[in-house]
């Protein structure tokens, strides 16, 4: 129940080193910079049901010409949880869903990337809710 342990840590500890994910696009140089709030979308396996946990969460992007090239998420402020039937899509592990062809899962080795663009329902994708002008200066 690997699923569930990291739920239950995120919702004790909305910063856990298990929640804080960060990561350049396409191989861009450099680190996010701009403070944004921003949803993100989770799939857990948790036997007969997938757990779909919606977190908002507070963090950093970069960008390239309006395109998202980086993210990192610092903290969870909210999470929403949906139950879907185990059948429709199965994930060993916790797995980030930024849209249909970029997903990332905490293995126990690390983070690793993964492809669910054939199983994946076209709406579950990052959503950027605003950017915090005023963090900029920290």
């Known amino acids: ?12 500890d909305p910063s856990h080193p298990a929640v804080k994910l960060g990561f350049m696009l396409h191989d861009q140089p450099g680190t996010p910079t701009d403070p944004c ?30 395109n998202l090239t980086g993210i990192q998420i610092e903290v969870v402020e909210s999470i929403t949880v949906l139950v879907r039937e185990a059948s429709e899509l199965l994930v060993p592990y916790p797995t980030f869903i930024f849209d249909r062809f970029l997903a990332v899962h905490l293995t126990d080795s690390g983070w690793s990337q993964t492809d669910l663009s054939d199983d994946l329902d076209p709406g579950l994708s990052l959503r950027l809710l605003d950017y915090d002008t005023a963090d900029k200066d920290r």
């Open 37 to 66: 709030r921003f949803a993100v979308p989770v799939l857990l396996s948790a036997g007969a049901a997938v757990l779909i946990a919606d977190l908002t969460c507070r963090g950093k992007t970069a960008s390239v010409e309006d």
């Open 1 to 12: 129940m690997r699923s569930l342990w990291w739920l239950s840590t995120v919702i004790e």
